[in-house]
């Protein structure tokens, strides 16, 4: 689990803190330092953490069941349902736009399709279309 100070500092101050760490973010110019930058400030749990949220979200809105992620990703069933709730409830949707725009439509594989065909590893396939699609 994720530490967070119990010393709280002022909404607008941690505001501006968020918003530096994303143009930092958005600064990355390679995969290289993508992963260097990734590996500094976030610890292996934390990486893991954000890689199954993200595949989580691609795998619903592709239409695989419950069952089948907890399997393959190896989360509780309360973890899927409540990023599935989160769908539902309309977030997630500039993730559902870049991963419906990179990962359909393209001759090259692109890095989302191959995160996808590693999550798919020893998956069982699905039945019928998603709820999603």
Sequence with gaps: MTHISKKRIKKEFATEFVDQFLMFLASVQS?????????????QTERVML???????????RGYSF???????KVT??????????????????????A????????KETAMDTFIRIIHIGMPPRSGRGRWE
């Design 31 to 43: 995969k290289t330092d993508a992963k260097a930058l990734a590996n500094e400030l976030f610890s």
């Design 51 to 61: 890689a199954k949220r993200l595949a989580i979200i691609i795998l619903l809105i």
């Design 67 to 73: 069952l089948q992620i907890e399997k393959s990703l």
């Design 77 to 98: 069933p309360q973890t899927i349902v409540r990023i599935w709730r989160g769908l539902k409830s309309g977030q997630y949707q500039k993730i559902i736009q870049y």
């Design 100 to 107: 419906r725009k990179h990962t359909k439509h393209f001759k």
